[in-house]
Nanobody, 116 residues
């Protein structure tokens, strides 16, 4: 069992920055790909960024060039640095541990609100 706990959400003005963290329990963190998803009101949950166990990254087109995903396996933590935030980035952001392309574990989510 892996538990994921996100932190770092909040309210920021458009153009600002926020950093999210996701701390994972367990000693097998390094074997999982990790992803950040988000869900805005009335919309489906979408993948924002993903980092493989080997460090390869993927970004949704909507955040490419503005968001950066990284991981520290020694700390069992994955990060999402969000710059140049836009009101449309407002959502609940979820951390996820993935294996074989499927989400195995979800975090509880953290709210990010970007005001215009």
């Amino acid at each position: 069992q892996v538990q994921l706990v996100e932190s770092g959400g909040g309210l920021v003005q458009a153009g600002g920055s926020l950093g999210l963290s996701c701390a994972a329990s367990g000693s097998i963190f390094s074997t999982f790909a990790m992803g950040w998803y988000r869900q805005a009101p009335g919309k489906q949950r979408e993948l924002v960024a993903r980092i493989s166990s080997g460090g390869s990254t993927y970004y949704a087109d909507s955040v490419k060039g503005r968001f950066t995903i990284s991981r520290d396996n020694a700390k069992n933590t994955v990060y999402l640095q969000m710059n140049s935030l836009k009101p449309e980035d407002t959502a609940v952001y979820y951390c996820a541990a993935q294996r074989y392309g499927l989400v195995a574990y979800w975090g509880q989510g953290t709210q990010v609100t970007v005001s215009s």
